[in-house]
């Protein structure tokens, strides 16, 4: 079994930056993708950025050049950096996982959530 514990939301004016975590119980080497999703009321989830155990990223077309996730599984975390934020950017950000190897963009298809935190940024 797998646990997904995310820290490090907060506010923050717009332009600053945050970098959230994401501690795994268990072994993440099993999770071959791990991600983040974010979610405002009234809204679909949205992939903002997600990675392979092999270090294959994708990136949100709003959030490219500005966002940066990468993984330590050594430590069994996967971090977001975002820095450049945005009021846009204010919502609850989960961290993801899944065992298959493919990234996907459908948020069913990740098995494994964690129980969010938020972001917000101030305009």
């Known amino acids: 079994q797998v646990r997904l514990v995310e820290s490090g939301g907060g506010l923050v004016q717009a332009g600053g930056s945050l970098r959230l975590s994401c501690a795994a119980s268990?072994?993440?080497?099993?999770?071959?993708?791990m991600g983040w999703y974010r979610q405002t009321p009234g809204k679909q989830r949205e992939l903002v950025a997600a990675i392979t155990s092999g270090g294959s990223t994708d990136y949100a077309d709003s959030v490219k050049g500005r966002f940066t996730i990468s993984r330590d599984n050594a430590k069994n975390t996967v971090y977001l950096q975002m820095n450049s934020l945005k009021p846009e950017d204010t919502a609850v950000y989960y961290c993801v996982g899944r065992m298959v190897l493919t990234i996907t963009r459908v948020p069913d298809e990740y098995g494994y959530w964690g129980q969010g935190t938020q972001v917000t940024v101030s305009s």
């Open positions: 268990g072994s993440i080497l099993r999770l071959n993708v």
